[in-house]
């Protein structure tokens, strides 16, 4: 078991940044390939970004890419989302999750067992 604990989110104007960090629980955080999603109202929640175990290979949505990194710190038991140049459709409850093996697909919510309660990130026009 893993407990996944998020924090960093808030308001921001739209052009800003914000870095989100998730701590997880485990004595084995690098056996845990680690992940972002995010879910806005009235949406289903969707794929934002993940990273390997090692840190080493790195996936992001589309609609993210050049704006936001995704990176771990394995000594640290944290990874981080640093968010740039972030728009109003960037306004989401963000989620932490991680995954303790590779099940076909870093970009579906299946392969993780283990989420956060989430974090709020506003993004005013």
């Known amino acids: 078991q893993v407990q996944l604990v998020e924090s960093g989110g808030g308001l921001v104007q739209a052009g800003g940044s914000l870095r989100l960090s998730c701590a997880a629980s485990t004595r084995t955080f690098s056996s845990y390939a680690m992940a972002w999603f995010r879910q806005a109202p009235g949406k289903e929640r969707e794929f934002v970004a993940a990273v390997s175990w090692s840190g080493g290979s790195t996936y992001y949505t589309d609609s993210v890419k050049g704006r936001f990194t995704i990176s771990r710190d394995n000594a640290k038991n944290t990874v981080y989302l640093q968010m740039k140049s972030l728009k109003p459709e960037d306004t989401a409850v963000y989620y932490c999750?991680?995954?303790?093996?590779?099940?076909?697909?870093?970009?579906?919510?299946?392969?993780?067992?283990?989420w956060g309660q989430g974090t709020q990130v506003t993004v005013s026009s």
């Open positions: 999750a991680a995954a303790s093996y590779y099940s076909g697909s870093y970009y579906s919510e299946s392969m993780y067992s283990y």
